[in-house]
């Protein structure tokens, strides 16, 4: 019955990574993409798992038929996911509310509602998934011989069911069925898992009360002091703290190398959970056998403080090591860039993370063997652990968002959070204030090398001159000259020069925008065109600053009145002050109204009108970016929209196949039937109307000889209206003919 128990818990982990990717992505189309959105969900997901296994070992000594229980969770669980939706869907108007009252006048209590929904849709699920693995460990462990063992394997198959969902539905899932489709698959395993469980539990029969039969004890293990079983506690919290505050860190870092590619975030998870895995699976096989638990649990914080600081030094060389493998593995394919990129991801993401988390792995199983007072507390003492572990992630993420990366940067970063693991591990050494016998060379030789590790790294931190990363090794074939470096919260942004006297801009290492002439076709026919379309454009909204030649196109026309400005990134702004050579100090224009905010949330949630809207997404396959070119953005665009009002989305014609091509047109002219298309040199410009598209001559020509229009667009080859017109590739009919 082990082995049964084993695979529902297998599939029970695989369907709640499941359910976290499928509602971190509904609250991300509902609250938007700003820099605290991100960070309410994530919190608030893991601190209803450290709440529910808090309660679950609190209650779960008392239960005889636990694996019933765990069904019955299992069932609830799958239940409540179907709800999610509707629940969410049911807050919206509330939230719109909220946003318009309170958005720019309190914002704390914006975010406090923001909290507040997050939590009514977040909480009550999290505590259940929460309280499954202590109820788990109450059925299986039996004996204080085997509780480690029982504890590090099924916390190891759990694991590995979460990296088997990540995998299936990054890769997989998500792609075929969809978001809502995914939902009601895992809904459909965890009634399986729920009602095997109850069947199973049936067949087992109650556990014993309490004192009712021998206790059986490991040879190896004897009375732990309070002191000890608490420093436990805190150890195991302080490795939550920064295990999640190293995987944002590395997903900073992996996310910089690899040019956030949809399946970045997948590959970068991935690898964290088989480390996770390993480790853990690997403590269940000596746990029980080792005599001084705090001499293993030392051990592990202290070789993890040696091995985080190590990758200090090891992300300087990964975005040369990514590129270099890329394009070797393109070569040998025969040309085959994405999986070529994928197998690249996957091999660098595994040299930087597979080590510390396999260490991060053993260490729960051996906290927990630690901590436990006895066998009849198993229950209490798994769930007492995971919830300290769980508390401390929810802190971690916080801090490595919102305080170590902003503050320290990457490397800095993860030499704090090395610096934490060698706290830790010293920490356990000075309480046992002993000699671990046997095992009593390894935390003294891991006492010297840690400090050591950790002092080279802050000095390698310091030393190391600052790197700008510039995706697939193009940093190799020029010599940038860096303008400006900026860590924000969600994005690292950088500007420089390269050898022609092009500025670039990068977020998070992906090249954005730049000035050179094929850039600028696209970015000065993006602000003028739609302008020179209208009637009469009086209000216009930009979506995304980037480089600003669009806004500065916008602004030079003498059309609009004002000009709404939305941008995600304080960073973006703050950038700008040091090319105002590109953009002649554009912010300052008095035309310009900025919004920091995110521009889905803001065309979603506002109720300004314009008469142009100008949506500037990046890449689709940049990851995230995806929700810039789905029919509920569009209907948010058109929701915002005056009569006759005229809309411009950008559209890539590189590194895009056919059929995304496709879906992403026929998606567009679903929302705006009275569409255009414009092409011009690798870049597409959608373009449509509220009403009939009818393009007048007479204005347009009128228009186009005002000298500012005139001399912006001869700047990029375009000396007359004719030759404007001969960039319209399709007009309504024939977009329908083509789709």
């Known amino acids: 019955m082990i082995r049964v128990i084993a695979i529902l818990f297998l599939f029970s982990g695989a369907t709640s990574l499941l359910y976290q990717v499928a509602w971190m992505r509904m609250l991300?189309?509902?609250?938007?993409?700003?820099?605290?959105?991100?960070?309410?969900?994530?919190s608030v997901f893991m601190g209803g798992l450290s709440l529910g296994s808090w309660l679950a070992g609190l209650l779960g000594d008392r239960l005889r038929r636990p694996l019933l229980a765990y069904g019955a969770l299992e069932i609830l669980i799958g239940c409540y996911a179907l709800a999610f939706p509707s629940l969410l869907n049911g807050l919206s108007d509330?939230?719109?509310?909220?946003?318009?009252?309170?958005?720019?006048?309190?914002?704390?209590?914006?975010?406090?509602?923001?909290?507040?929904?997050?939590?009514?849709?977040?909480?009550?699920?999290?505590?259940?998934?929460?309280?499954?693995?202590?109820?788990?460990?109450?059925?299986?462990?039996?004996?204080?011989?085997?509780?480690?063992?029982?504890?590090?394997?099924?916390?190891?198959?759990?694991?590995?069911?979460?990296?088997?969902?990540?995998?299936?539905?990054?890769?997989?899932?998500?792609?075929?069925?969809?978001?809502?489709?995914?939902?009601?698959?895992?809904?459909?395993?965890?009634?399986?898992?729920g009602s095997s469980a109850a069947i199973v539990a049936y067949r087992?029969?109650?556990?014993?009360?309490?004192?009712?039969?021998?206790?059986?004890?490991?040879?190896?293990?004897?009375?732990?002091?309070?002191?000890?079983?608490?420093?436990?506690?805190?150890?195991?919290?302080?490795?939550?703290?920064?295990?999640?505050?190293?995987?944002?860190?590395?997903?900073?870092?992996?996310?910089?190398?690899?040019?956030?590619?949809?399946?970045?975030?997948?590959?970068?998870?991935?690898?964290?959970?088989?480390?996770?895995?390993?480790?853990?699976?690997?403590?269940?096989a000596v746990v029980d056998r080792r005599p001084d638990l705090a001499g293993l649990l030392a051990r592990l914080q202290l070789w993890l403080a040696a091995a985080v600081a190590a990758l200090s030094v090891a992300i300087y060389v990964a975005p040369a090591l990514f590129g270099s493998l890329v394009w070797g593995l393109t070569g040998l394919s025969g040309g085959a860039f994405g999986p070529a990129s994928v197998v690249a991801q996957f091999a660098v993401a595994s040299l930087l993370i597979v080590g510390p988390t396999i260490l991060l792995g053993a260490t729960f199983p051996v906290a927990v063997k630690l901590y436990t007072r006895d066998i009849e507390h198993r229950a209490s003492g798994t769930g007492s652990v995971y919830s300290a572990n769980t508390a401390g992630s929810v802190a971690g993420a916080l801090a490595g968002g919102f305080a170590l990366l902003p503050l320290l940067g990457t490397r800095s970063s993860l030499v704090a959070i090395s610096t934490i693991h060698l706290a830790a591990g010293l920490l356990v050494l000075w309480v046992a204030s002993r000699r671990v016998g046997e095992g009593s060379a390894g935390p003294a030789l891991a006492a010297r090398l840690a400090p050591l590790a950790v002092a080279g790294a802050a000095v390698a931190a310091w030393w190391l001159p600052p790197q700008t990363v510039i995706n697939y090794n193009m940093q190799s074939t020029?010599?940038?000259?860096?303008?400006?470096?900026?860590?924000?919260?969600?994005?690292?942004?950088?500007?420089?020069?390269?050898?022609?006297?092009?500025?670039?801009?990068?977020?998070?290492?992906?090249?954005?925008?730049?000035?050179?002439?094929?850039?600028?076709?696209?970015?000065?026919?993006?602000?003028h065109l739609p302008l020179l379309l209208h009637r009469e454009p009086r209000q216009v909204a930009v979506i995304g600053l980037g480089l600003g030649i669009t806004l500065a196109a916008t602004a030079r026309n003498p059309a609009p009145e004002r000009i709404r400005l939305v941008e995600l990134s304080p960073q973006m702004v703050e950038a700008h002050r040091t090319i105002e050579d590109v953009t002649g100090s554009i912010l300052d224009n008095p035309k310009i109204d900025l919004r920091i905010d995110d521009g889905r949330n803001f065309l979603a949630m506002s109720e300004e009108s314009f008469d142009m809207i100008t949506a500037d997404p990046v890449h689709p396959r940049i990851t995230g970016v995806g929700y810039l070119y789905t029919r509920e953005y569009y209907q948010s665009i058109r929701a915002r929209m005056n009569p006759g009002a005229v809309v411009t989305q950008w559209m890539p014609m590189y590194r895009i196949s056919p059929e995304s091509f496709d879906v992403a047109f026929r998606t567009f002219v679903e929302v705006f039937p009275n569409a255009s298309f414009w092409y011009v040199r690798g870049h597409g410009l959608f373009v449509a109307s509220d009403g009939p598209f009818v393009i007048g001559w007479p204005t347009l020509a009128e228009r186009f000889a005002h000298p500012a229009v005139s001399r912006d667009l001869a700047s990029i080859g375009i000396d007359s209206p004719e030759e404007l017109l001969g960039h319209l590739l399709m007009d309504a009919e024939a977009i329908r003919a083509y789709l």
């Open 28 to 42: 991300s189309l509902f609250f938007g993409s700003d820099l605290y959105a991100a960070a309410i969900t994530l």
């Open 204 to 284: 087992l029969g109650e556990i014993p009360r309490p004192g009712s039969a021998p206790a059986e004890r490991s040879p190896a293990s004897g009375p732990v002091p309070l002191r000890l079983r608490r420093t436990a506690l805190v150890v195991v919290a302080l490795s939550g703290f920064a295990a999640l505050a190293l995987e944002v860190v590395w997903t900073r870092v992996l996310v910089q190398s690899f040019s956030g590619t949809v399946y970045a975030f997948s590959i970068m998870l991935s690898c964290f959970l088989f480390g996770i895995f390993y480790g853990s699976r690997w403590a269940a």
């Open 94 to 193: 509330a939230y719109g509310q909220v946003y318009r009252a309170h958005f720019e006048t309190a914002p704390w209590i914006y975010h406090g509602f923001r909290i507040a929904v997050a939590s009514v849709t977040l909480l009550l699920p999290t505590l259940l998934m929460g309280a499954t693995l202590p109820l788990i460990v109450r059925q299986i462990a039996r004996s204080e011989g085997e509780l480690g063992a029982r504890v590090g394997h099924f916390y190891a198959v759990n694991t590995l069911g979460a990296l088997l969902g990540t995998l299936g539905t990054g890769f997989w899932l998500l792609p075929w069925l969809g978001t809502s489709g995914s939902v009601r698959l895992a809904l459909l395993v965890n009634l399986a898992i």
């Open 478 to 527: 020029s010599r940038p000259e860096v303008v400006y470096h900026g860590e924000g919260v969600t994005h690292r942004v950088d500007i420089v020069r390269n050898d022609q006297g092009n500025t670039i801009m990068m977020i998070n290492g992906n090249i954005e925008a730049d000035t050179s002439l094929t850039q600028r076709r696209h970015f000065v026919l993006k602000g």
